[in-house]
């Protein structure tokens, strides 16, 4: 009994099956901390950082591809850079408020 298969099932499963390299990007202890790892296609950045040890849960609205913020569900395609964000550590609205507060008293 033959099985017939989609061809954009097909297409999908092939990536799958394909090995592809990316980056981590992060900080730690005021160093840059760049990996490069060979994953297979269809891997998720969740997957990635739970092999690499880190808790999915705290870091999300903290993680991106490339400077544009990501979901943990995003599929990594060849050459992607995740990137882990530092909190931050004063709210820029405020920084900027009160510099200008600042220039102004020194006027």
């Known amino acids: 009994m033959a099985i017939e298969l989609s061809r954009p099932f097909v297409k999908e499963l ?3 099956m394909r090995s592809i390299s990316i980056e981590i990007c992060y900080v730690c202890e005021e160093k840059l ?8 296609g269809g891997t998720t950045i969740a997957d990635v950082l739970a092999q690499r040890g880190f808790e999915i849960q705290p870091l999300i609205g903290r993680i991106g591809i490339f400077g544009k913020q990501k979901l943990p569900d995003t599929v990594l395609k060849a050459g992607d850079r995740i990137e882990i964000y530092d909190p931050l550590l004063l ?14 008293t020194a006027s």
């Open 14 to 16: 092939l990536y799958c």
């Open 33 to 40: 901390i760049l990996l490069e790892q060979v994953i297979v």
């Open 91 to 104: 709210d820029p609205k405020e920084a900027r408020r009160s510099r200008a507060l600042i220039k102004k």
